[in-house]
C-alpha cells in the first residue's frame, strides 16, 4: 500500500446520480493531480492543485468539479456522467510543482462504471 | 506538444530472458522521466525516476537509460521473472510540470 489512498475503489453508477470520489495522502506532499485511465488511451492528466489551489485544468468537462480543502485531502466531484467515463480515475501526490524534479506517487485509483 | 511513444505494445518472454522496453518522446526539454509499474485494475508503483541531467538510473534488477537529446529511454530488466508481468508505463515531466504519459508495454513472463 502506498502513502496515497483513494476511495472509493469501484464505483458504479447512473448518469444522473451525483458521486464524489476521495483522495488522501500522507506524504507531507504540497501538489495533488488527478489523472484519467481509459481503456486503449495512455494516462491524462485531470488536474492539478499546488498548495490547495488550482493550477491546471486540461480542458475537462464541467461534469467533473475537483475540490482541494487542504494538501492532503482531494475530491473530485461527479455528476451527469456519460458512459464514455467510465474509467480508471487515478490520484497523485508530490512535493509542490514548483520544483520540477519531484516525482510523483500513485494511489491504487477508482474503477469508475458509468451506466 | 509532447508525446510519448512505447514500442512494443505487448511482449512475451520465458522465464531468464532479460526485457527491453523502450519509451521515445518527441520534445527533448524534460525535466525527467519516470518508469512506472502497473498491475491489472491498480494504481501506478513507480520504479526509477531518471533527472533530466543524469545518464541512468540502477535499481536492483531494473537498468533505466536516458538520452535525452535523442528523445529515448530504455527500461533493462534482467533474468526476469513471473511476478515481472505487469504492463510498464513510461512518463515525462515537461515544461507546465505536466507528466505524459506513454501507452505502457504490457509485459508477459512465462514460467
Known amino acids: 500500500e502506498t502513502g496515497v489512498t483513494q476511495t472509493p475503489r469501484h464505483l458504479v453508477m447512473g448518469m444522473t446520480n451525483k458521486k464524489s470520489l476521495k483522495c488522501e495522502q500522507h506524504?507531507?506532499?504540497?501538489?495533488m493531480y488527478w489523472y484519467k485511465q481509459s481503456a486503449k488511451k495512455p494516462l491524462e492528466l485531470m488536474f492539478v492543485?499546488?498548495?490547495?489551489?488550482?493550477?491546471e485544468n486540461n480542458s475537462v468537462p464541467s461534469r467533473f468539479s475537483p475540490e482541494c480543502p487542504n494538501s492532503s485531502h482531494l475530491f473530485l466531484h461527479l455528476h451527469t456522467l456519460q458512459p464514455e467515463d467510465s474509467a480508471l480515475y487515478l490520484c497523485?501526490?508530490?512535493?509542490?510543482?514548483?520544483?520540477?524534479?519531484?516525482?510523483?506517487?500513485f494511489g491504487p485509483g477508482t474503477r469508475l462504471t458509468v451506466l | 506538444k509532447q508525446e510519448v511513444t512505447q514500442i512494443p505494445a505487448a511482449l512475451s518472454v520465458p522465464e531468464g530472458e532479460n526485457l527491453v522496453l523502450n519509451c521515445s518522446f518527441t520534445?527533448?526539454?524534460?525535466?525527467?522521466l519516470q518508469w512506472f509499474r502497473q498491475d491489472p485494475g491498480k494504481g501506478l508503483t513507480s520504479l526509477l525516476l531518471?533527472?533530466?541531467?543524469?545518464r541512468e538510473q540502477t535499481s536492483g534488477r531494473l537498468n533505466a537509460s536516458l538520452d535525452k537529446s535523442s528523445g529515448r529511454s530504455t527500461l533493462y530488466i534482467a533474468a526476469s521473472q513471473p511476478g515481472d508481468s505487469a504492463t510498464y508505463l513510461c512518463?515525462?515531466?515537461?515544461?507546465?510540470?505536466?507528466?505524459?504519459f506513454g501507452g505502457g508495454t504490457r509485459v508477459l513472463v512465462k514460467p
Open positions: 531518471i533527472q533530466s541531467s543524469q
Open positions: 492543485y499546488n498548495f490547495k489551489e488550482q493550477t
Open positions: 520534445d527533448s526539454a524534460i525535466y525527467n
Open positions: 497523485a501526490s508530490s512535493q509542490a510543482t514548483r520544483q520540477e524534479y519531484n516525482e510523483q506517487f
Open positions: 506524504l507531507g506532499h504540497n501538489a
Open positions: 512518463a515525462v515531466k515537461a515544461a507546465g510540470n505536466k507528466l505524459t
